[in-house]
Nanobody, 122 residues
Framework: QVQLQESGPGLVNSSQTLSLICTVSGDSITTYGYWWTWIRQPPGKGLEWIGSITVSGTTYYGPSLKSRTSISRDTGKNQFTLQLSSVTPEDTAVYYC??????????????WGKGTLVTVSS
């Protein structure tokens, strides 16, 4: 059974870069048919897809955060990371990493981490 665990600082100052790591166990981040994804949920708001990294290392980002987002991976450690630059208090959210099953006709998250709250101080 795959498990995902987010880690990183819970408090970040405005204008700095938010950095989170997702450590995956029970599956390899190079397994064909899966993408590895970051999602967030600000307080009182819905889920927002941040971006994904594919088996080949290709990245895709959501339009609203694309200019500030970078997702990378370390296949040796079976981890993928999120960096969000120039943060403001509006970036305060619970950040989740997830495994996304991708087929020709469908895509859905089939496993999630527990999430980690990141607060951006003004």
């Amino acid at each position: 059974q795959v498990q995902l665990q987010e880690s990183g600082p819970g408090l970040v100052n405005s204008s700095q870069t938010l950095s989170l790591i997702c450590t995956v166990s029970g599956d390899s981040i190079t397994t064909y048919g899966y993408w590895w994804t970051w999602i967030r949920q600000p307080p009182g708001k819905g889920l927002e897809w941040i971006g994904s990294i594919t088996v080949s290392g290709t990245t895709y980002y959501g339009p609203s955060l694309k200019s500030r987002t970078s997702i990378s991976r370390d296949t040796g450690k079976n981890q993928f990371t999120l960096q969000l630059s120039s943060v403001t208090p509006e970036d305060t959210a619970v950040y989740y990493c997830a495994r996304e099953r991708v087929t020709t006709f469908n895509a859905y998250m089939d496993d999630w981490g527990k999430g980690t709250l990141v607060t951006v101080s003004s």
